[in-house]
């Protein structure tokens, strides 16, 4: 399993815009080889910003890398830099690759 995450530093009072944002867009995401699950988490506020994550869970680091060079990714990401005014500071994009895995 490979595990994508970006975090979000969102300005105070911006928090509505933000997830319209994103629960609005098309992600294309179940289409994607690969592809196992996505959520967006809202964290803690502080004075400035209230903090977000988002986290995709891939099968392998090349489903992942295939999908950062895919339509479908262009297409998911057209015009998400229209929206600058949202964010304190550009999101922060961290990989992770499973070491171990615990299920039910």
């Not at 959520?39 to 903090?51: E, I, S, V, Y």
């Not at 986290?55 to 999908?67: G, I, K, N, V």
Request: charged share 25%; glycine share 6%.
């Amino acid at each position: 399993m490979y595990l994508t995450m970006n975090r979000f530093r969102v300005r105070r009072g911006r928090e509505a815009e933000f997830e319209a944002i994103w629960t609005g867009r098309d992600s294309h995401l179940p289409q994607v080889r690969g592809f196992v699950a996505f959520h967006l988490m809202r964290g803690p506020a502080a004075r400035d910003h209230t903090l977000y994550a988002s986290h995709t869970l891939w099968e392998s680091e090349a489903d992942f890398r295939d999908w950062t060079r895919s339509e479908a990714f262009r297409s998911a990401h057209r015009g998400a830099g229209a929206h600058g005014e949202v964010y304190l500071e550009p999101p922060l994009l961290e990989c992770f690759e499973a070491v171990q895995t615990i299920s039910r």
